[in-house]
């Protein structure tokens, strides 16, 4: 069992940042790979990034890899996306992952086993 908690959402002016956090505990965490998504209301989940165990490996969705960041701290079972130059489009809420079977495509949210409960961002314009 992996619990997955996010945190570090809020409202942000259009161009600002935000720094997701994602506490995990249970199952070892270097033991599974980590993806963010994210869901704005009337649309489906939609991959934002993935990181590989060790953390040398990264897969952005292409609107999102020039802004956004992410990484993961295995020493503190914590994992991170860093949000900058944020959009209003960028509103939605927010969800880390675990994907601890390995199989499935990464950008595809069926194939992760564990969620956090989400977190709120907000971008106005």
């Known amino acids: 069992q992996v619990q997955l908690v996010e945190s570090g959402g809020g409202l942000v002016q259009a161009g600002g940042s935000l720094r997701l956090s994602c506490a995990a505990s249970?199952?070892?965490?270097?033991?599974?790979?980590m993806g963010w998504f994210r869901q704005a209301p009337g649309k489906e989940r939609e991959f934002v990034a993935h990181?590989?165990?060790?953390?040398?490996?990264?897969l952005y969705a292409d609107s999102m890899e020039c802004r956004f960041t992410i990484s993961r701290d295995n020493a503190k079972n914590m994992g991170s996306l860093q949000m900058n130059n944020l959009k209003p489009e960028d509103t939605a809420v927010y969800y880390c992952?675990?994907?601890?079977?390995?199989?499935?495509?990464?950008?595809?949210?069926?194939?992760?086993?564990?969620w956090g409960q989400g977190t709120q961002v907000t971008v106005s314009s």
């Open positions: 992952a675990a994907r601890v079977v390995l199989s499935g495509a990464i950008m595809l949210p069926a194939s992760y086993d564990y």
């Open positions: 249970g199952r070892t965490f270097s033991s599974w790979t």
């Open positions: 990181i590989s165990r060790s953390g040398a490996t990264t």
